[in-house]
T-cell receptor, first 116, second 111 residues
């Protein structure tokens, strides 16, 4: 059973470009979470999705950031018009049910975005 | 708002020593507390998960305790090994969908 797969592992963008980060959850997992880890800071929750639905996006900046988890295919975190402050590691995690029910999250290895 | 603090930020110990990592959280209304390990450039690996109704969990040389009333959790590592060198993160489960992470303790075990 493959783990949570994220790609690309490393992404370099110039200011103003778009970044697309992909996450394939573990098999059988329909709950996906995105976290951001800024240098020297802890992981911060961004968004929680189930198939085709955004459940909680309270941690995601209201502008330039969007996320989706279509019926088919991976979850995508999209950052438009990137700025230097977006440089961070973006982690995806998946679970088989709600976090409050099982508490267990399985993390991918992250996508490291560098904005020049 | 939940704040999670980990002390110390970094720790170096000689191989074989027992050690304790500390985690404190401000809001005691959590449903679980998890400890993760993060190696440089890698993702997070779950080590131990303590539900709010439990006091501790053990896995091999690792033991984690939870005291909700005081807002504290500890991770005890017995007989440390160089392979234990990593950053250890604690995370408090609060709200329907969220884990609140500390900034981690960077552990170095010296051979």
């Amino acid at each position: 059973n493959a783990g949570v797969m994220q790609n690309p592992r490393h992404l370099v963008r110039r200011r103003g470009q778009e970044a697309r980060l992909r996450c394939s959850p573990m098999k059988g997992h329909s709950h996906v979470y995105w976290y951001r880890q800024l240098p020297e800071e802890g992981l911060k929750f961004m968004v929680y999705l189930q198939k085709e639905n955004i459940i909680d996006e309270s941690g995601m900046p209201k502008e330039r950031f969007s996320a989706e988890f279509p019926k088919e295919g991976p979850s995508i975190l999209r950052i438009q018009q990137v700025v230097r402050g977006d440089s961070a590691a973006y982690f995806c995690a998946s679970s088989p049910s709600r976090l409050a029910d099982t508490g267990e999250l399985f993390f991918g290895e992250g996508s490291r975005l560098t904005v020049l | 708002k939940q704040e999670v603090t980990q002390i110390p930020a970094a720790l170096s110990v000689p191989e074989g020593e027992n050690l304790v990592l500390n985690c404190s959280f401000t809001d005691s209304a959590i449903y679980n507390l998890q400890w993760f390990r993060q190696d440089p450039g890698k993702g997070l690996t779950s080590l131990l998960l303590i539900q709010s109704s439990q006091r501790e969990q053990t896995s091999g040389r690792l033991n984690a305790s939870l005291d909700k009333s005081s807002g504290r959790s500890t991770l005890y590592i017995a007989a440390s090994q160089p392979g234990d060198s990593a950053t250890y993160l604690c995370a408090a489960g609060r709200g329907a969908n969220n884990l609140f992470f500390g900034t981690g303790t960077r552990l170095t075990v010296i051979p």
